[in-house]
């Protein structure tokens, strides 16, 4: 039924049960983990993904995403860990570590911007890869996967600002969590007003992607600041 929406275990472990793939590819179905992803797809949408996506193994200490390259995909957890870790004023810090049904490398491939982290695995495991085309060719079917992954797109961005930016820097990892609920997603136009000199402020407002202009009136007429 299109209107549905399924959990994703039963018809992934169906679908990697009958997927054709060598043993040493194949995910164990008996430990697939819950993906949040999946559980808010249509069922069509949840089957139509499935078929195209690819099943990789994954060993501890690969480089699976590299800071600053292009990316072409997007990888789901489907066993193992991963560690997520940014260079911040020449150092490696890790901004997060990932198991079983998370998912990672959606922003470069949405925003079409380099990787923003790189991401090692921290144990071995298995992952499902969702190359662009593939996402492209769902979306056209089913645009319902493109509003779930903005919104895991928008969380994700907000949230690697949090633990990098220094403004945040005083808060720890459960006061950054609840600043994170308290933030309501905004999309501007080229040309829109943030925030009008004179006026009193409602808000504190975080630029996740984009550029903006700060503009002040002088004596000798408006001036650009930064």
Do not use: C, W
């Not at 071995?124 to 895991?152: C, H, K, N, W």
């Not at 969380?155 to 633990?163: E, F, G, Y």
């Not at 933030?183 to 550029?211: H, P």
């Amino acid at each position: 039924e299109a209107g549905s929406e399924v959990s994703g275990a039963e018809e992934f472990a169906d679908f990697l049960a009958d997927d054709g793939a060598a043993p040493a590819h194949r995910v164990d179905v008996d430990k697939l983990p819950p993906i949040p992803l999946f559980s808010e797809l249509s069922k069509n949408a949840f089957i139509d993904l499935l078929e195209r996506m690819d099943v990789r193994p994954m060993t501890e200490g690969d480089i699976i995403v590299t800071e600053g390259e292009t990316g072409d995909s997007f990888f789901i957890i489907a066993s193992g860990q991963v560690r997520i870790e940014k260079t911040v004023e020449g150092k490696v810090i890790q901004l997060a570590q990932l198991g079983d049904g998370t998912f990672f490398g959606e922003i470069a491939l949405l925003s079409g911007a380099p990787r923003t982290a790189s991401v090692v695995a921290a144990t071995d495991g298995e992952m499902l890869e969702i190359s662009r085309a593939t996402l492209d060719a769902v979306i056209a079917d089913y645009p319902s996967v493109a509003q779930v992954l903005q919104r895991f797109y928008k969380q994700r961005l907000l949230s690697n600002l949090l633990n990098t930016s220094k403004i945040f820097k005083a808060f720890d990892k459960e006061q950054r969590k609840s600043l994170i609920e308290m933030f309501r997603s905004r999309e501007l136009a080229a040309g829109e007003n943030i925030l009008t000199e004179g006026q009193k402020g409602d808000g504190l407002y975080v630029l996740l992607s984009g550029r903006a202009k700060v503009i002040k009136t002088l004596p000798g007429g408006p001036k650009e600041l930064a």
